[in-house]
């Protein structure tokens, strides 16, 4: 049986989510990898007690994270109710929906039929009666977004989340959706975008300025592109990476010669720092205060204990930042 490093708390910083009351820790952990059925069970496990001792209280899935779609809410379930379950109130679990998960018209975006159908299934699979958060996945460009802030609203109202979140929206759709929940009282407190050196979008689709403008929190996602803002690919692609190991979402062909130069000279500036290039890349995130945390996916213990190193330089230089830019 698990029991948590008593000094779990010493060494991780927790932002304030956007003017909510709750704090994330700077760096949370994903379960969209390596905690499907394809992974190994004890794998999942240490990589969520090492997360857990390092501070890591929050932890982040979606119903159709796997493969297949399911299993990874079903093996973090099991974990809870084997292990890190007498921690629950220390922990922030969140889930969530929009993404293509059952047959039929009701399997899918944002309709107020599929969220809370899926909440329901994703709350049996973790073994759960509440998760802390639960996000809208992916605009909906057909379903009213009244319908689906409404659903959102109803879930916190029945209690089974106690905030909401909107995940890879747009600044201007944000805006809207802000203003619907804010109507109906319902606690939104966070957007979930992708954002790393290499994926400026949220700089340029009005997301990181309208959340913080609305005081909300940003939570990025994929923060070290899948792996290849890491020394993983430095030297080839081993056997071991996503690349050779997944293949859903992260191909060989993503690592051009274009983009290992420049991961290579992004590496060289990791160097002069101090820090390792997934560090850096997580720092780079954190430097401005505007994102509440950094969400790194992890297919070992090891990587969390790098990742988790990253709060312990978040200043950059101008010129660090200006050469960050040119590559
Ligand atoms: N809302 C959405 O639409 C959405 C979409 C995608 C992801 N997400 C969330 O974001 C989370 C993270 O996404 P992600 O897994 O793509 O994040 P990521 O942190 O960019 O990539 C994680 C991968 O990078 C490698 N890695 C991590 N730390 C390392 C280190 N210190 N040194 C060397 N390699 C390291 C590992 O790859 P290897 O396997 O090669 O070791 C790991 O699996 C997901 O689990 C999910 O919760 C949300």
Not at 1 to 13: D, G, Q, V
Not at 20 to 38: E, Q
Not at 275 to 303: C, F
Request: glycine share 10%.
């Amino acid at each position: 049986m698990y029991t948590a490093s008593e000094k779990r708390y010493e060494k991780m910083i927790y932002n304030r989510c956007g003017k909510s009351g709750l704090k994330l820790p700077a760096v949370s952990l994903g379960l969209w990898h390596n905690f499907g059925d394809t992974g190994v069970y004890e794998n999942m496990r240490q990589i969520c007690f090492t997360a857990f001792d390092n501070g890591i209280t929050h932890f982040d899935l979606a119903n159709n994270y796997g493969p297949d779609p399911g299993s990874a809410e079903k093996n973090f379930g099991k974990i809870l109710r084997e292990d890190l379950g007498r921690y629950r109130d220390e922990l922030i679990i969140s889930t969530k929906a929009g993404y293509d998960m059952w047959e039929g018209p009701y399997g899918n975006w944002g309709s107020r039929k599929y969220l809370i159908a899926s909440l329901d299934q994703s709350l049996e699979r973790l073994g759960l009666d509440y998760v802390d958060i639960f996000y809208h996945h992916r605009m909906d460009p057909e379903t009213p977004l009244e319908e689906t802030m409404g659903a959102l609203a109803q879930i916190v109202a029945s209690g089974k989340a106690l905030y909401v979140g909107l995940s890879n929206y747009d600044g201007p759709t944000l805006e809207k959706a802000a203003a619907i929940l804010d109507d109906l009282h319902c606690p939104f407190i966070i957007n979930q975008n992708r954002y790393s050196i290499f994926d400026r979008t949220i700089e340029n689709n009005g997301l990181k300025e309208t959340s913080a403008e609305l005081g909300k929190g940003i939570i990025a996602f994929s923060p070290l592109a899948q792996g290849l803002l890491t020394n993983r690919y430095l030297n080839g692609i081993p056997e071991d990476s996503r690349i050779r190991t997944d293949g859903r979402f992260l191909h060989a062909d993503n690592l051009t010669e274009e983009k290992l130069q420049q991961i290579r000279k992004l590496n060289g500036i990791a160097a002069g720092r101090g820090q390792t290039l997934a560090e850096m890349a997580l720092s780079w995130i954190l430097k401005d205060g505007i994102v509440t945390s950094v969400l790194v996916g992890a297919s070992r213990p090891s990587q969390i204990i790098d990742n988790v190193k990253a709060i312990q330089n978040i200043e950059f230089s101008e010129e660090e930042l200006k050469k960050i830019d040119e590559i």
